[in-house]
């Protein structure tokens, strides 16, 4: 698998494709007036504490209150409490009180109506391992797969680990990476984590304490491999400042950064800005035919496995299953590419051979390795239902890119001109009992709801006149949407 990795800059905006194989995979999009704030660390102050769902909401200076659960809050339990079998669950009202001081970190951004997600496991990420501030344990990736390198990597951190403390996962990227890298990864975090700790005792509540790298600096941080072939950049400056980064930090990825001056721009090279367009779509073509209906909700995403216009060759099993086989595939990109996340419910076409339901769910499973996102997929469920999470923590590329429609304020459908015909009657019929001094109706609406009434409805029309005695008047109003209408009356 080759890997290129397209960074888009422009003075309020970056982005950056990750694309396999000359196929677009990921889009990751950073506005300067709206930056994420997940990885940051912030000095705050708790607002409120709500025993009843054992969280509180913590002031960081951010428009609105984030939440911290009790789960994310970090304890360390005293002799007493740690001999007691089985220990007593940690109640929020015992840890934190209204107006206490807190640094915490954000895990999650504000996506809608909620507030940012927070946590005080402090975490620091760098280019082989993350600091785990408050542990003093050793972890590794579960994407090294060889044991014996598993055990290596683990042995070398831990004989660190006596001279400069703190816990530690060792990250993919440091597969078969020298000891002294690793030592100097681990130096570099720790004089980091001091001086963020001399920070926070100095700084008030609701400032940052330390920001996360931007965008265009955590590509090589986080997404850069031995798969990635290059880095293309169409900013001079941008490349610059990515090859300081690399010189000091990513020494081997030199080489493979490069900045591009074509006149074309660099997301034409592989149709980025055609696919960025589709993923706001709501039907996905497959290749054979058939296409996918994705709803991205509050509450959840729905995902619609349809045949379309494939009919296969062999029998309406088969052409099914290759249907949903395609299908596995597909939805594995859209996820990464979409950035959906929470709760994914996927309706394959249903299958009456338990083996091809058990192929589809271990293909979907595949396909899903390579997503850096965790996920996890149920089995078929009663209703043939394929039910799965996959952790969010930015919002999707929907909500970074679109905004709820004003016209239908984010529903998706509209009430037809017929309908609000029918309830410019009943308003009038209202009005017309309410005030018996009318002299006349004068209706204020949108230009295809006056067109109808004036043709097909026109009977209609003369028939409410007759009813109520008093005669109507249609006035057409081009800022009006088709739902908004106004009876005026007239004495």
């Not at 999650?108 to 082989?128: C, E, F, M, Q």
Request: hydrophobic content about 40%.
């Amino acid at each position: 698998m080759t890997q290129e990795i397209l960074i888009n800059v422009t003075p309020r905006e970056t982005r950056v494709a990750v694309v396999e194989n000359g196929v677009l995979q990921e889009v990751f999009i950073e506005r300067q007036r709206k930056r994420g704030l997940v990885g940051n660390i912030y000095k705050g102050r708790v607002s409120r504490v709500l025993p009843g769902m054992e969280a509180a909401f913590v002031d960081v200076g951010l428009e609105r209150a984030a939440f911290l659960h009790v789960s994310d809050i970090q304890t360390t339990p005293s002799l007493e409490e740690a001999d007691l079998e089985p220990a007593r669950p940690q109640q929020i009202s015992d840890l934190l009180r209204p107006g206490q001081e807190v640094l915490v970190q954000v895990v999650k951004d504000a996506i809608g109506t909620k507030g940012a997600r927070l946590t005080t496991h402090i975490t620091i990420p760098s280019r082989y391992l993350v600091l785990l501030s408050n542990s003093d344990s050793t972890g590794v990736s579960i994407k090294i797969d060889d044991e014996t390198e598993r055990a290596r990597l683990r042995d070398v951190v831990n004989t660190f680990r006596a001279e400069f403390g703190g816990g530690y996962i060792v990250r993919t990227a440091a597969e078969g990476t020298e000891s002294w890298a690793l030592r100097a990864d681990m130096q570099f975090l720790q004089r980091l984590w001091e001086s963020i700790q001399e920070k926070a005792r100095h700084c008030r509540c609701g400032e940052v304490v330390y920001e996360d790298l931007p965008l265009v600096l955590r590509v090589l941080r986080d997404f850069v491999g031995d798969e990635v072939e290059r880095v293309r950049i169409d900013s001079r400056e941008s490349a610059d400042r990515i090859k300081r980064f690399a010189e000091q930090f990513v020494p081997e990825m030199l080489p493979r950064i490069e900045h591009y001056p074509g006149e074309r721009p660099v997301f034409d090279l592989y149709g980025v800005e055609d696919e960025i367009q589709k993923c706001l779509e709501r039907k996905v073509q497959l290749k054979s035919g058939g296409y996918l209906i994705i709803d991205q909700t509050e509450a959840m995403t729905t995902i619609d496995v349809n045949t379309g216009a494939y009919v296969g060759h062999r029998n309406l099993e088969e052409t099914i299953f290759k249907t949903n086989l395609e299908a596995s595939q597909a939805i594995a990109r859209q996820l990464r590419l979409r950035n959906l996340g929470g709760i994914i419910i996927i309706d394959f076409i249903d299958m009456s051979s338990e083996e091809h339901r058990q192929q589809i769910l271990r293909s979907l499973e595949r396909h899903l390795e390579k997503d850096r996102a965790k996920n996890n997929i149920c089995e078929v469920s009663s209703l043939g239902l394929v039910e799965m999470t996959r952790k969010r923590t930015r919002e999707s590329l929907e909500h970074i890119l679109c905004e709820p429609c004003p016209t239908c304020a984010g529903r998706g459908t509209i009430k037809s001109t017929e309908t609000v015909c029918y309830e410019i009657f009943r308003e009038i019929i209202r009005e017309a009992r309410q005030y018996e001094a009318a002299r006349q109706f004068l209706v204020l609406a949108s230009q295809d709801v006056v067109d109808l009434m004036l043709d097909e409805e026109s009977d209609g029309v003369a028939e409410l006149e007759a009813f109520i005695g008093v005669p109507i008047r249609l006035q057409a109003e081009v800022l009006y949407t088709q739902e908004q209408f106004d009876v005026v009356l007239m004495v």
